[in-house]
């Protein structure tokens, strides 16, 4: 069975956001959707993958303070 679909303001909620940014990620193709007639759905795996790519990950305390030495 396929895994259910997300509509704009779940995968709003899923992102902590209000789903007028859900739908600007839709708008401007910076998440793939399916088009159900003249309604849009995301797959949850979409939504993870959005999430994972958009995810920064802290720089060291040693790192940073090597920068601020040189």
Do not use: C, W
């Amino acid at each position: 069975m396929p895994e259910p679909l997300l509509d704009v303001n779940q995968v709003a909620e899923l992102l902590g956001t209000t789903p007028r940014f859900a739908r600007r990620l839709v708008a401007e193709r910076r998440i793939e959707f399916i088009k159900v007639g003249r309604h849009v759905r995301v797959r949850p795996a979409v939504v993870a993958e959005y999430l994972a790519a958009n995810t920064v990950v802290p720089i060291s305390v040693r790192r940073a303070a090597l920068r601020r030495a040189a």
